[in-house]
């Protein structure tokens, strides 16, 4: 068997792995780059208008026969581990006869995406998993595997063929919300590995103040129930872990929980996949606040707004109760605020990855909102991946997704087998 790392051995983001046997092929994701070769934050403006052509030149697109629109398809499948996108962005250029695997989540946020136009990948031809069940592409068998992450319905791979055992981890962590996941792989580990391809995001980065979804829930709980304040809080609406530990403390402190349309549609569009994501009609801790913004106008024009209209609260409403808003923070939410003069003894909670901070404080220094940050990893700390790696028991470590690979027998006791990017090895 061949493996071939297109991108992701020596960075995160852009992940794009090759498996190729004697009679088939597979891709595991097809991410967009996060950093550019200067490791400058990657211009998504420069894949705008491109053609395929120019992006392959450019190194942005990996150079691979037959995957994209128009060739005859030369990949079997590509598997998708989680719906970030720096592990699906680049797959609006892919022909769409080639299936792509993916949890039932992650295909419901892609689609969100694509509704809202965040993404241009539209989902032609894709193949729903279920976690634990095993299926056949080709003489490969692979082995899905729920795993915890930041992303949603994220999965680990356990990839089979030519008597050869590889375990893909994909993103994941061991403080979320589904730490259970974690300790199960601890417990019951996948047997006889060849290779471990394992992300390695959080070498080299700082493990911050708040370690687990819980330590975030108890901080803003008890944040919530001294301060007076109207809250604002920054987070990614889809990230599902953060919102959940926010609700919770918005239940625990006696607060509501004020979502944006585009939130409260991400939440409803996953209700069928887990009952404990928290949802609009759940009563008194959570409304919604039709910010009038290119979202709620696109939901308004497709009906679907209409369906949230019972947890609606406006903006007056909204005055008399400051003081028990957890405000889910948005670029036009805070904007519509700062233009009726509403952001008086207001604080701003800031629980997202630093990397952000900057485009966004400006705004809040001059409305004099203080930040608090509160914020812990999507990413598995060096101590997790330790024990992930010691049950695992591999007969190889593959680094990938990070920035470190050379890093790596530092940490992890056993062989570390080094691929360069855009390198085929024999495994
Ligand atoms: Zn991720």
Redesign the pocket.
């Known amino acids: 068997m061949w493996l071939t790392i297109h991108r992701g051995a020596e960075e995160i983001g852009g992940t794009c792995i090759e498996l190729q046997s004697t009679d088939s092929r597979i891709l595991i994701d097809f991410g967009l780059p996060l950093v550019d070769e200067n490791r400058d934050p990657f211009d998504f403006r420069k894949i705008k208008n491109k053609s395929r052509e120019n992006l392959i030149k450019a190194g942005i697109l990996p150079a691979i026969k037959g995957l994209y629109k128009g060739e005859q398809p030369a990949v079997d499948a590509i598997l998708l581990s989680?719906p970030?996108q720096?592990?699906y962005g680049l797959l609006s250029f892919v022909n769409p006869e080639i299936p792509v695997y993916l949890s039932h989540g992650c295909k419901e946020l892609i689609e969100v995406s694509y509704f809202f136009g965040q993404t241009g990948y539209d989902l032609k031809n894709v193949k729903t998993v279920e976690k634990w069940k095993p299926f056949k592409v080709g003489d490969f068998t692979i082995t899905p595997y729920l795993v915890d992450?930041?992303?949603f319905d994220?999965l680990a791979f356990l990839i089979e063929s030519e008597g050869k055992k590889i375990f893909y981890s994909g993103?994941f962590r061991g403080h979320g919300r589904k730490s259970v996941l974690f300790d199960n792989i601890l417990k019951n580990p996948p047997k006889n590995i060849d290779y471990l391809i394992l992300e390695g995001s959080m070498l080299g980065r700082d493990k911050g103040r708040y370690h687990t979804e819980t330590d975030i829930e108890n901080e803003l709980t008890s944040i919530l129930r001294k301060e007076s304040d109207l809250f604002f809080v920054a987070c990614s609406s889809q990230n599902i872990d953060r919102l959940v530990s926010i609700y919770r403390a918005c239940v625990r402190s006696n607060h509501i929980f004020v979502l944006d349309p585009y939130t409260a549609l991400i939440l409803h569009k996953l209700k069928k996949i887990s009952r404990h994501i928290p949802q609009f009609d759940w009563g008194k801790n959570i409304r919604l606040f039709f910010v009038p913004n290119g979202y709620t106008r696109k939901m308004a024009e497709d009906k679907s707004l209409f369906l949230f209209k019972s947890a609606k609260i406006t903006y007056q409403e909204m005055q008399s109760i400051r003081n028990q808003l957890v405000i889910k923070d948005s670029h036009s939410t805070r904007q519509y605020f700062a233009n009726k003069n509403g952001l008086s003894n207001t604080t701003l909670v800031y629980s997202m990855w630093d990397g952000y901070l900057s485009s966004v404080k400006p705004f809040w220094d001059k409305h004099n909102v203080p930040v608090l940050k509160i914020h812990s990893s999507?990413h598995a700390y060096i101590e997790e991946l330790q024990k992930f790696v010691e049950a695992i028991n591999p007969k190889y470590i593959i680094p990938n997704h990070t920035f470190f690979p050379e890093k790596y027998p530092e940490y992890f006791a056993g062989k570390i087998k080094m691929v360069k990017d855009k390198e085929t090895v024999e495994i």
Do not use: T
Request: charged fraction near 20%; avoid cysteine; glycine fraction near 20%.
């Open positions: 989680h970030h720096d592990h992450h930041s992303g994220a993103d999507g």
